[in-house]
């Protein structure tokens, strides 16, 4: 029986989705969270649709074996690519970054349109540029793919110069041209101020996590799901494998320690424990 107190579920192709948790932990402080985080097939980008729908499955399976009452899909290629797959396979709601990002930046932007920058897989399936136009057919959408950010936000080379460099190279061509921009990956958030100056006051940022955690309280709270319980929530992760670094890199994206963290083995058959 699922009850407010079941944690919220959240998967992802790695670490990145823990950006979307830390907004997850800002917006909803009361929840239980269980993460998973599929490093061992890492990055979902660079494969075929088919296989990324068919590990979205095995990701989402794993999360209801852990009881949740919600599963967030943090991975912008998943959300791209397997929603529909994962809600008929779940026994409860899902949502992914895309929507509630896209609505986001709707309602935020202005005459000159909206900017999307993201892995190149994410901008090469458009996902963004349908949800936008899904809201409003005559939106102005420019993007561009910036698929170095990745591992400069994995070094924590937030305010390198390096970064500068490559980041006026990647957004230079949006000046002047946007009212609002999607930060459409999820590492995106911790280069938030070097975007943020680059691009200048002028434009807003929309942070898919930010979205995505308002998204999951607006239904939580429609569903009477919300956990009013006062004790302390249980943040639990887990890993398709171990990489270099992790839990350096993971509590940077959080801005906090990992208590509970386990590797878990992905069987012949795909199941997940």
């Known amino acids: 029986m699922i009850s407010p107190e079941n ?8 670490i990145g989705g823990l950006t979307v948790v830390r907004q997850l932990m800002k917006v909803l402080p009361r929840e239980n969270i269980v993460y998973f985080g599929d490093t061992a097939r890492v990055p979902y980008g660079n494969k075929s649709g088919e296989v990324v729908r068919e590990y979205a499955v095995q990701d989402a ?18 959300s791209a690519l397997a929603m529909d797959v994962v809600r008929s396979h779940s026994t409860v709601p899902s949502i992914g970054v895309i929507e509630p990002t896209a609505k986001e930046a709707m309602r935020q932007t202005g005459p000159r349109g909206v900017g ?27 993007s561009q793919a910036c698929p170095l950010f990745v591992p400069l936000a994995e070094e924590g080379m937030f305010d390198h110069q390096a970064t500068e460099l490559i980041a006026r190279e990647y957004l230079s061509r949006f000046s002047g041209r946007i009212d609002v921009m999607i930060l459409g990956c999820t590492h995106y958030p911790l280069l938030r101020d070097v975007i943020s100056r680059i691009l200048g006051n002028g434009v807003k940022l929309v942070d898919a996590g930010e ?33 270099q670094k992790f839990n350096e890199i993971a509590e940077r994206f959080l801005g906090t320690k990992l208590e509970f963290v386990r590797k878990v083995q992905i069987y012949s058959n795909g199941e997940i424990r």
């Not at 944690?7 to 790695?14: A, C, E, M, T, Y």
């Not at 920058?117 to 959408?141: F, M, R, V, W």
């Open 116 to 142: 999307v920058i993201g892995t190149l897989s994410t901008i090469n399936s458009s996902a963004y540029e349908g949800a936008l136009k899904s809201i409003d057919a005559k939106t102005q959408i420019m």
């Open 61 to 78: 399976k794993f999360l209801l074996s852990r009881g949740v009452k919600l599963i967030v899909v943090a991975c912008n290629t998943a």
């Open 7 to 14: 944690p919220i579920g959240v998967f992802d192709s790695g």
């Open 211 to 243: 979205a995505t955690a308002r998204s999951a309280y607006e239904l939580l709270s429609a569903t009477h799901m919300l956990n009013t319980q006062e004790s302390r929530p249980r943040y639990e992760f887990y890993v398709s494998d171990f990489p």
